[in-house]
């Protein structure tokens, strides 16, 4: 949760996915991060985490958070020095698989690539292997626009990112790659058009303020 004056990582109670509770604050992680559905690793909890850098960490529950090691660094490329952010993680047959973000260059040559990683469940801060090739990257059609990824889903076999793109508004871009896929480093995505949600107004995150796009 981000306003003008503070930034955290909270945890927060929903029944049916519109009415939420805020739990609690996680004082040692101010970044995004993306819990592990249904996994514990050796009776702890599984947390990715980070907007510049990516670090594990482990709770017994989901309060209390030990930071670990990192799992991946920032690059300089062909566009210049990257950041990190984490995007999401699941786990597949052949381990955890790890989906982030990587930011390069600088306004109005920002440049956007989706790129995974496969990490071992016995010991998640272990990589298993790491995929070389982005899954997606931004175009020159994304040049000159303020772009802000907002989360990635599995959807019937394939994977769905979620972007908000000023001055087009929310868009959505379905990847093939998936688990079943994984020997696949790269596949061609398809990229939709402006989606046109209404946003909820009675969904209280906290205070909701309905014009943040991050609290829809």
Do not use: C
Request: overall charge positive; proline content about 5%.
């Amino acid at each position: 949760y981000q306003t003008k004056k503070r930034i955290g990582t909270y945890a927060a109670l929903s029944h049916d996915l519109i009415h939420w509770r805020k739990k609690s604050k996680f004082s040692e992680i101010n970044e995004t991060g993306v819990v592990i559905p249904h996994f514990q690793h050796q009776g702890k909890y599984v947390m990715y985490f980070g907007d510049t850098e990516i670090k594990v960490a482990y709770s017994k529950d989901l309060k209390i958070w030990e930071v670990g090691k990192t799992i991946v660094s920032p690059k300089s490329d062909f566009f210049g020095s990257t950041s990190l952010q984490v995007g999401q993680a699941m786990r597949t047959e052949e381990g955890i698989l790890l989906f982030y973000y990587v930011r390069s260059g600088k306004v109005p040559y920002i440049h956007f690539a989706l790129k995974a990683i496969l990490l071992d469940p016995k010991t998640p801060g272990q990589t298993l292997k790491d995929f070389a090739a982005p899954i997606w990257e931004s175009g020159e059609n994304w040049q000159n626009q303020i772009i802000k990824p907002l989360g990635l889903v599995e959807y019937q076999d394939a994977l769905i990112s979620y972007w908000w793109n000023v001055p087009q508004g929310l868009k959505a871009i379905i990847h093939p790659f998936f688990a079943s896929r994984l020997k696949k480093s790269r596949s061609t995505a398809t990229e939709l058009g402006q989606l046109l949600l209404k946003k909820f107004h009675k969904n209280p995150i906290i205070k909701p303020i309905v014009d943040h796009f991050w609290e829809s």
